[in-house]
């Protein structure tokens, strides 16, 4: 049975010390023997972590005792060996790089659907207005390849910070739908959703992202396995690691070599054969 628990989080919240913060989150993580990366930035805080589940989740439940940091919710799951290479804490200027400062999760939520709301949508194959559901798909199109929901929009993307631009370009064939936005743990679709509805789009975001569906739905509606920002490289319907170890899709498909993976966790970090401002939470 796979003992090593593995844990994603984040939470748009204003910290005013993050430098401070970072000292303090990798003394505690690294006493506690966890592995894989904490993002600070001013905006919140983003985390990937693996280890015995007692040590991670007495991490968490230590790090909700800040007022700051009360509202953060995990998505868990399980491998056979950790899989972070060490522990990272860093500050950045976003914990998911947009480069919209205009758009400021911290501030207030787009609003979200919840994964029974969007299975019932989808099942029906409309809304509870009877208006069309268009998914998009807010990942780099590498991580798409891995796998998706069906019939989702997918704008081939390379990097996260060209969303935007690329929202703008398809935004008349969203118009007079619902639109839902996902990501791999929901922390690319909160901005995604607050951006587009700027652009006045009836946008949502999928509460939870994939990893959050997956948990609730399993795999109704998607096609394929998710791809993670660490050595498991993609997860299964049922939160399961889905390849062997050395065995890649990106290797399969490309040749020898050119998976993108890396073993941070960190979306902004470099990782083999793609851009990575990605996001993995």
Known sequence: MASVLNVSAYLFTRIDDPAVLRASLRDRAGAAGLRGTILLAEEGINVFLAGPADAVRGFVADLRTDPRFAALQTKESWSDAVPFGRLLVKVKREIIRMDRPEVRPQDGRAPAVSPDTLRRW????????????VLVDTRNAFEVDYGTFAGAKDWRIERFTQFPDAAVSHRDELAGKTVVSFCTGGIRCEKAALYLRAQGVDAYQLDGGILGWFDAQGGAH????????????????????????????????????????????????????????????
């Open 122 to 133: 989808l099942d029906r194959g409309a809304d509870d207005d009877g208006r069309e559901v």
């Open 222 to 281: 998607w096609d394929g396995d998710c791809f993670v920002f660490d050595e498991r490289e993609a997860l299964d319907a049922g939160l399961a690691p889905a390849r062997a170890p050395g065995v890649t899709g990106a290797a399969s498909a490309l040749g020898a070599g050119t998976a993108p993976m890396h073993d941070s966790g960190d979306p902004d970090a470099s990782v083999v054969g793609a851009a990575s401002d990605a996001g993995s939470a």
